[in-house]
């Protein structure tokens, strides 16, 4: 089975703080992404990665930041988390272009 | 700007009754199309694709159509059952270029009631 695994579920940070989510997969998968997931918005999103060290930005990219140094290792930064970052995160990943997309269990942040 | 658009917001079934749960899209790009089921607190789970040079998909339960002159598809549950309560979400693909990028709908929460 594909395993996406978000390694915090929840979290609380403060206004300003800098936020690391980090998603890792153990399939091999060349591509991942981060969405968020807001009420009546669907999932939006924010970056994706085809390769180790490319990102190219989604939808929704301003104030974020990804890092994929590894190839099974997608990482999620908000330089200063805001308010209006409170949010579920989903990290996915899928092999090749067209295939499935799996997720992740989601992150839950609250920013204060 | 919404490309990809479930219009109900919610949908109540009774159990054993027919679910239909509709999308409809903008982005005459789009050439693959999914279905996800979310439970609260997980991920959203893959139920069943289609691809445009079909019309129809089925896998058990579940069945996809597409109706590529209306930009619009739909999954029926037959029957439904309490277990498919959930928020499902279409997405969509335009299926080029080295990754996936799906767009996906707000979503339609299924209540299916005994």
């Known amino acids: 089975d594909v395993k996406v695994t978000q390694s915090s579920r929840y979290l609380v940070k403060r206004t300003g703080e800098k936020v690391f989510l980090e998603c890792v997969q153990d399939m091999d998968h060349e591509n991942m992404f981060w969405y968020r997931q807001d009420p009546g918005l669907g999932l939006r999103l924010i970056y994706f990665?085809?390769?180790?060290?490319?990102?190219e930005k989604g939808d929704i990219p301003e104030g974020y930041s990804v890092s994929r140094e590894k190839k099974e290792r997608f990482s999620l930064i908000l330089e200063s988390a805001s308010t209006n970052q409170t949010s579920m995160y989903l990290c996915?990943?899928?092999?090749?272009?067209?295939?499935?997309?799996?997720f992740g269990e989601g992150s839950w942040l609250t920013v204060v | 700007d919404q490309q990809v658009k479930q219009n109900s917001p919610s949908l109540s079934v009774q159990e054993g009754r027919i679910s239909i749960l509709n999308c409809d899209y903008t982005n005459s790009m789009f050439d693959y199309f999914l279905w996800y089921k979310k439970y609260p607190a997980e991920g959203p789970t893959f139920l069943i694709s289609i691809s445009s040079i079909k019309d129809k998909n089925e896998d058990g339960r579940f069945t996809v159509f597409l109706n590529k002159s209306a930009k619009h598809l739909s999954l029926h549950i037959v029957p439904s059952q309490p277990g498919d309560s959930a928020v499902y979400f279409c997405a969509a693909s335009p299926n080029t270029g080295t990754a996936s990028k799906l767009t996906f709908g707000t979503g339609t929460r299924l209540q299916v009631t005994l």
């Open positions: 996915a990943s899928t092999l090749h272009a067209g295939n499935t997309i799996y």
């Open positions: 990665s085809y390769d180790v060290k490319m990102k």
